[in-house]
């Protein structure tokens, strides 16, 4: 059975670094795709980055562009997120996600919290 599970998050100062891991079990095949998505208290659920398993192709949303970094170790069927210089407005719930082809989003993790203190 498909399983994501999130670790890494917890409490971090402004300017301050996190790195979530997001491992994948479970699976006998590979996926096409992983990466992160966050909620805010309030707010919609967000895209953060992406990665392509295969080719290592990365895509980020603007505001965490040049800050945060998504990372995969396909070895250890585990994907990364590398977060720097972090704000205050970066205090949400990270949930990794899994694509097995390029359509919709197939499995989701339970979420990791992560504040940012000013």
């Known amino acids: 059975q498909e399983q994501l599970v999130e670790s890494g998050g917890g409490l971090a100062q402004a300017g301050g670094s996190l790195k979530l891991s997001c491992v994948d079990s479970g699976r006998t095949f590979s996926n096409y795709a992983m990466g992160w998505f966050r909620q805010a208290p309030g707010k919609e659920r967000e895209f953060v980055a992406s990665?392509?398993?295969?080719?290592?192709?990365?895509y980020y949303t603007d505001s965490v562009q040049g800050r945060f970094t998504i990372s995969r170790d396909n070895a250890k069927n585990t994907i990364y997120l590398t977060m720097n210089s972090l704000k205050p407005e970066d205090t949400a719930v990270y949930y990794c996600?899994?694509?097995?082809?390029?359509?919709?989003?197939?499995?989701w993790g339970k979420g990791t919290l992560v504040t940012v203190s000013s």
């Open positions: 990665i392509k398993l295969s080719a290592g192709n990365t």
């Open positions: 996600y899994a694509k097995i082809d390029p359509h919709g989003i197939d499995y």
